[in-house]
């Protein structure tokens, strides 16, 4: 007697486990977007007439005997059952229809990832466009990669980018990344100008604007022979004549600066003789005088 109770125990808890599977499986089945390609075998009882498998067609529509064509890509299961059983209820008593995806087709999801507020898996549907899907998620976080974001898409897994600043059209089983904004070393800005030190980098500053950002030009600064120096993507020096853009105003001989140069503006070789005058000219008299006064004692 026990041992027949055992068995029962067993083949009701076997029971009950392949209920609790078949309601998760029903769940995932219901909450599933239908898409592009997809084979449904739909059944209907009473009226076996609307029982069909049918294929979403390329417009994301499918054919039903008597109601004819559904737009029904970007629907769950669960929804189609639903829009589904009120058509037929026009012409069947209670009808019980049930939607079994027989063969998966284009991808109906687009996947999220990186520095947006929600990501995650997103539904796609026709015309859905990249700023829509951003806007979808919230928008992106301090410090994402607005400029170069990464889509990878298609069986072929081909790698696009674009930029979040323009607008693009998704497609289907798109996975999207927003990536981190790299820190850009800032430009340091040294010699003959007012404020030298370190200053932010800006995308496409130009030299004179640096220039401006640490107060200008000093009065012993030589214009002619500002140098940029340059460690990216190999070491280099760039002399420029800023006489040259700012008296004759030849305005694309102003560089372009990148994160990390370094700017020096020199003195001019009159400043350097007025410094040598005042400075160092006085010690070494001094010190002539004194070279005198032993050699006569």
């Known amino acids: 007697m026990k041992k027949i109770s055992i068995v029962l125990l067993f083949a009701l808890s076997s029971l009950l486990f392949a209920n609790f599977l078949f309601a998760q499986e029903t769940k995932e089945t219901e909450s599933y977007l239908i898409g592009v390609g997809d084979q449904l075998d739909i059944y209907v009882y009473p009226g076996e007439e609307f029982s069909k498998l049918v294929t979403v067609g390329d417009d994301g529509e499918m054919t039903m005997p008597i109601i004819g064509k559904m737009k029904v890509s970007g629907l769950t299961v669960k929804q189609l059952t639903e829009n589904l059983t009120k058509e037929i209820k026009r012409y069947v008593a209670n009808p019980q229809v049930t939607i079994t995806v027989r063969k998966f087709g284009k991808p109906s999801q687009i996947y999220l990832t990186g520095l947006v507020l929600r990501p995650g898996t997103y539904p796609y549907r026709e015309g859905l466009m990249f700023l829509e899907l ?3 998620a919230g928008g992106p976080l301090e410090r994402a990669n607005i400029e170069n974001i990464k ?15 323009k607008d693009a059209r998704l497609e289907p089983g798109d996975i999207i990344e927003v990536t ?13 100008v007012r404020s030298p030190g370190k200053y932010d980098y800006r995308k496409n500053i130009k030299l004179l604007e640096a220039i401006t950002l640490a107060g200008g030009f000093t009065d012993n600064a030589d214009l002619k022979n500002v140098r940029v ?5 190999n070491p280099t020096t760039i002399k420029i004549d800023m006489n040259e853009v700012l008296l004759k105003g030849e305005m694309q001989k102003d560089v372009t600066l990148q994160g990390g140069d370094v700017v020096y503006v020199p003195k001019t070789g ?14 070494l008299t001094l010190i002539s005088a004194l070279v005198l006064l032993f050699r006569t004692i």
């Open 134 to 136: 951003i806007s979808l």
């Open 151 to 165: 889509i990878t898409r298609g069986t072929e897994r081909n790698v696009i980018y674009v930029d979040m600043r």
């Open 180 to 192: 981190k904004l790299e820190a850009i070393p800032p430009l340091q800005i040294l010699g003959q």
């Open 229 to 233: 120096h340059r460690s990216v993507p």
């Open 270 to 283: 009159i400043a350097w003789w007025n410094w040598f005058i005042d400075n160092v000219a006085p010690t």
